[in-house]
């Protein structure tokens, strides 16, 4: 019976010793290190040719640069050195486009050219900040300062738009437009 | 060494100042919409419109290039070559010099002020000032609801309602005919003072040149204060 009671003892102790020693332990509350980032090999083309064809309504792209950088998952790309035009649906070659970056999305379309962004068609010379167009939309968007020069006339603002295949353009913000008057009437492009 | 500094300095002007600068259009806005096709350009917000020897400012305005025509709307004021006026809407063919005016219009051509609720006028300086209105200049004041201008020539017509007040005159009028430095004609209705003379008729004539000046009853009667001859 003795036997029992002090076994019973030794094991009571061991148990509370262990507790103790268990409950006294510093606790750890740093974060779990994060799972490191595996870089996915991103795709590099070299005097890359694009070709997003005119949507009806909406202007389409034809588009070369330099060089070409495709993100992992594919949905959008980092262009440098790039040149082009935009079409529409029956005019062809009107509407050229250099920059010296461009980024592109595929779905939805969506193109973004920044950095000495110079846009040229038969009427005019348009340079601005940075140049952007929604796929299917007949509308270019230009910002970052914008200046524009043609036959006869010259122009400024913070802001462009350029609807109706770039007959109609909006500026925005300070916008301020020359007119060269010639002899008696007003020259006109 | 004086010579080669006056010589920059004359380089430095002209390319500080193109010739041709004055000779151009300039339209300022918040918004410029440029229709490059069919030569219309609207602009909103603060607008400016400088041309040769021409500042326009408005709220809105709209100008066909190749007509030359600008509408502006909206606190405009004009002024071109010792002309000044402001008004609610205008119409200006640029080409022709022509300027249209409706609305609250107030104006000046060089000594000339005047009032009114619409004025058209001619490069020349000749047109219509409609609605009650007023034309002034130092020690001259003429009413009316209709006139014919000749601002340049200095001849001016009130009609309906006319009433001047001109040196010693204190006349109305159906029709008021001032030519400067020639002769004040009153037509219809004549009624007022010269100096201290009552004036009644219907054709009276003043005469204008220093040293000349009397009064023609063409058809009307003087009325002398008691005791006078």
């Known amino acids: ?189 | 060494m004086k010579l080669r500094n006056l010589l920059w300095g004359l380089i430095i002007l002209l390319l500080a100042f193109p010739v041709n600068a004055a000779e151009d259009y300039i339209i300022d806005g918040d918004e410029i919409d440029w229709d490059v096709i069919n030569e219309i350009v609207e602009a909103r917000g603060n607008v400016v419109i400088t041309g040769p020897d021409l500042q326009i400012t408005a709220d809105y305005a709209k100008f066909k290039i190749d007509k030359e025509e600008l509408f502006v709307e909206g606190s405009c004021r004009l002024e071109q070559q010792g002309l000044f006026v402001q008004g609610d809407q205008m119409e200006i063919n640029l080409g022709k010099e022509t300027l249209w005016v409706q609305g609250s219009v107030e104006g000046s051509y060089e000594k000339w002020e005047m009032q009114g609720e619409e004025l058209s006028l001619a490069g020349d300086r000749t047109g219509d000032l409609t609605g009650p209105g007023w034309i002034k200049r130092e020690g001259f004041y003429l009413e009316g609801n209709n006139f014919s201008l000749d601002l340049a020539g200095d001849t001016l017509i009130a009609e309906e309602e006319a009433h001047l007040e001109y040196e010693e005159l204190k006349i109305w009028a159906d029709r008021i005919e001032f030519r400067d430095e020639e002769f004040v004609l009153f037509v219809g209705n004549v009624h007022g003072n010269y100096k201290r003379m009552r004036i009644e008729g219907q054709k009276v004539r003043y005469i204008l040149p220093p040293g000349e000046e009397r009064v023609i009853m063409e058809k009307g009667r003087i009325f002398l204060p008691a005791g006078e001859d």
């Open chain 1, 1 to 189: 019976m003795k036997k029992k009671v002090l076994a019973l003892t030794v094991i009571f102790l061991v148990l509370l010793g262990a507790g103790i020693y268990f409950l006294f332990q510093p606790v750890d509350l740093t974060p779990p290190e994060p799972e490191e980032e595996i870089e996915l090999p991103r795709r590099e083309v070299e005097n890359f040719q694009l070709f997003l064809p005119p949507q009806e309504d909406g202007l389409g792209l034809e588009l070369r640069g330099d060089l070409l950088v495709e993100s992992p998952d594919g949905t959008y790309m980092d262009l440098t050195g790039v040149w082009g035009e935009f079409k529409g649906l029956e005019t062809d070659g009107f509407y050229e486009v250099e920059a010296d970056l461009g980024y592109l999305e595929m779905d939805p379309e969506y193109l973004r050219l920044e950095e000495n962004v110079v846009l040229r068609n038969p009427l005019y010379t348009m340079e601005m900040g940075f140049l952007e167009w929604y796929g299917g939309d007949p509308t270019l968007y230009g910002g970052g300062g914008v200046f524009i020069q043609g036959e006869g006339f010259s122009g400024q603002g913070e802001k462009v738009e350029l609807r109706d295949e770039m007959e109609l353009i909006y500026l925005r913000g300070d916008a301020r437009l020359y007119l060269k008057r010639e002899g008696d009437g007003v020259e006109t492009p």
